[in-house]
C-alpha cells in the first residue's frame, strides 16, 4: 500500500511562493509503482469542501488545473524519487488551507482524473496559511 507524505507548507505573505512536496513510500510500495500512478492535489480550507489544485499524468507529460490557479501553480513530478510538486506562487489569502496529494490507484491511466474520488491513496496534507 502506498503512503504519502507532503512537505513544504507554512506562513507566507500574499504575493509570496512556497513550494510542496509529495513523497510515495510504503512497506509493500514498489517504486516502480508511484511512476503508474497519476498524482494529484487537491486544497480544503476550514468549512469547506475538499477542492482540486492540479494533476498530473503518470508520464508527466500531461498536467491539469483548477481556473483559479492556472498561471500561478505548476506541478511536476520526479518518478526516480517518487516525489511529487507543486510550486505555488502569487499566492492569495484565500487560499489558505490544507493542500492534500492523492494517488491515482489506476495503473497508466490515460485519464488525468479531477474529482477527489477517484483518487485512492491520500497523504495526511500539510498547512499553508497565506497572509494579508
Known amino acids: 500500500q502506498v503512503q504519502l507524505t507532503e512537505s513544504g507548507g507554512g506562513l507566507v505573505q500574499a504575493g509570496g511562493s512556497l513550494s510542496l512536496s509529495c513523497a510515495a513510500s510504503g512497506r509493500s510500495f514498489r517504486s516502480a509503482m508511484f511512476s503508474t500512478y497519476t498524482m494529484g492535489w487537491f486544497r480544503q480550507a476550514p468549512g469547506k469542501e475538499r477542492e482540486f489544485v492540479a494533476a498530473i499524468s503518470w508520464t508527466g507529460s500531461s498536467t491539469d488545473y483548477a481556473t483559479s490557479v492556472k498561471g500561478r501553480f505548476t506541478i511536476s513530478r520526479d518518478n526516480a524519487k517518487n516525489t511529487v510538486y507543486l510550486q505555488m506562487n502569487s499566492l492569495k489569502p484565500e487560499e489558505t488551507a490544507g493542500y492534500f496529494c492523492?494517488?491515482?490507484?489506476?495503473?497508466?491511466?490515460?485519464?488525468?482524473?479531477?474529482?477527489?474520488?477517484?483518487?485512492?491513496?491520500w497523504g495526511q496534507g500539510t498547512q499553508v496559511t497565506v497572509s494579508s
Open positions: 492523492a494517488a491515482d490507484l489506476n495503473p497508466r491511466s490515460t485519464i488525468l482524473v479531477v474529482t477527489s474520488y477517484d483518487y485512492g491513496a
